[in-house]
């Protein structure tokens, strides 16, 4: 198969949706498809790639944002460009622009359309300064007209099918979670990761991996982690990523007298960020947003269970209590109380970072690739019926 994937960002911007076209790219490479991603050209002076599968349009940069370029393929001639190719099938990532070039090239080519639903759009209307009022419900209507337009919906858990459904989407619907590659974690001693980031020998680490941005919850964390502490002090959370709310969040640790038991580090490159997954206790996870929640997947490969808020991805992935507990959304005492039952068990820890490394087998990127593959195919051959 020739698969054309259009995304609204690409390397070197790195993100979740950027780690699972490059996933599945991979995987769908070694079964010997060719995939292409047209997304915008970046402006990073120091990003080289030499790859002629990646086609670049033209984009501007958001003010302030000049590592998040933003496509303008509308005067591309991108069907013209891409009809020599002989695409099969258009996969597109988004529903604004790169997502709607797409959907035009489908339509010019007569090729089947895929549209990967990524983002809890509604949670993230606080971004949107205009409409306060309205912009869930346009945001709702944009979703649901656009995966109407679509041959196939991609959603990363049964949940946001769910969703999606009750928005409207009458379009078929297939669940298909972003795979890792399980060789990159393993299970290692924790004495390099205490030393680099200045953690005492003794304490347990707890690790929160994501964006720091309202939508993730981490104030919440944060108040679990108060109690947490003052009731097992030998503790430590360990937060890694950067983002627009970093400052609030130090200043909020500081302010919860929390500063010589939690350190921020700031965005970390992906391969670092796999060995710090393996070397950690237990992973905690308070976000209400995560579509998928990839990051759990993650931990888990590196062998460490998890305490999540029972909401979307994380509550799909989480086997409670058996590779890690589920609570309630709003509820900081129960999180705080299933994590200090993983603290202060360690034959209880040590048995459910078994199941977590069974569990993580599911989201291999073989197998997800795989069925993305038979799906893809399944298109393409009704289409050309």
């Known amino acids: ?70 496509g303008i393929p509308y005067f ?25 070039a797409g959907r035009k090239v489908a339509r010019n080519l007569n090729l089947p359309l895929v549209y990967t639903y990524h983002t809890l759009l509604t949670e993230y209307a606080h971004y949107v300064p205009f409409f306060k009022g309205i912009t869930k419900k346009v945001l709702i209507k944009l979703s649901r007209d656009f995966a109407n337009s679509a041959d196939l919906v991609i959603t990363p858990t049964s949940q946001i099918r769910d969703l999606l459904r009750s928005y409207g989407v ?14 990159n974690y393993q299970k290692l001693s924790s004495d390099e990761l205490k030393k680099e980031f200045k953690i005492n020998p003794d304490e347990k680490v707890l690790l929160n991996v994501g964006r720091l941005a309202p939508e993730k919850n ?3 964390l944060l108040q679990a982690f108060k109690k947490i502490h003052s009731e097992f002090p030998k503790c430590h959370l360990l937060i890694v990523g950067g983002g627009e709310e ?11 007298g929390l500063k010589e ?7 970390l490159e992906h391969e670092k960020t796999n060995h710090i997954f393996a070397e950690a206790d237990i992973f905690v996870m308070p976000s209400l947003t995560e579509t998928q929640g990839i990051v759990v997947a993650e931990a888990f490969a590196g062998g460490i269970p998890c305490v999540a808020v029972n909401k979307f991805g994380p509550s799909e992935i989480v086997q409670d209590g058996k590779s890690g507990y589920l609570t309630t959304p709003g509820d900081v005492d129960k999180f705080a109380q299933k994590t200090l039952k993983l603290l202060k068990d360690d034959q209880l820890r040590e048995q459910m970072s078994k199941n977590a490394i069974i569990r993580a087998q599911d989201f291999s990127a073989t197998k997800t690739a795989q069925k993305l593959a038979t799906l893809y195919q399944e298109l393409i051959t009704a289409k050309s019926k």
Do not use: W
């Open 218 to 220: 981490l104030s919440f």
């Open 246 to 256: 970093e400052k609030r969040y130090q200043l909020e640790v500081e302010n919860l």
């Open 76 to 100: 591309s001639h991108l069907s013209k460009k891409l009809a020599p190719l002989n695409l099969d099938i258009i996969h597109v990532q988004h529903l604004f622009g790169m997502g709607r």
């Open 261 to 267: 038991n939690v350190t921020m580090t700031g965005y």
């Open 1 to 70: 198969m020739k698969i054309g994937i259009f995304s609204e960002c690409f390397e070197p911007t790195i993100n979740g949706v950027v780690i699972s076209i490059k996933t599945f790219r991979s995987e769908l490479t070694k079964m010997g498809h060719e995939v292409f991603v047209i997304a915008p050209a970046t402006k990073d002076k120091n990003y080289h790639n030499d790859d002629e599968k990646i086609i670049r349009v033209p984009s501007i940069s958001l003010p302030g944002k000049n590592y998040y370029p933003l």
């Open 170 to 183: 009458k379009s078929r619907i297939e669940p298909v979670p972003t795979g890792i590659f399980l060789e």
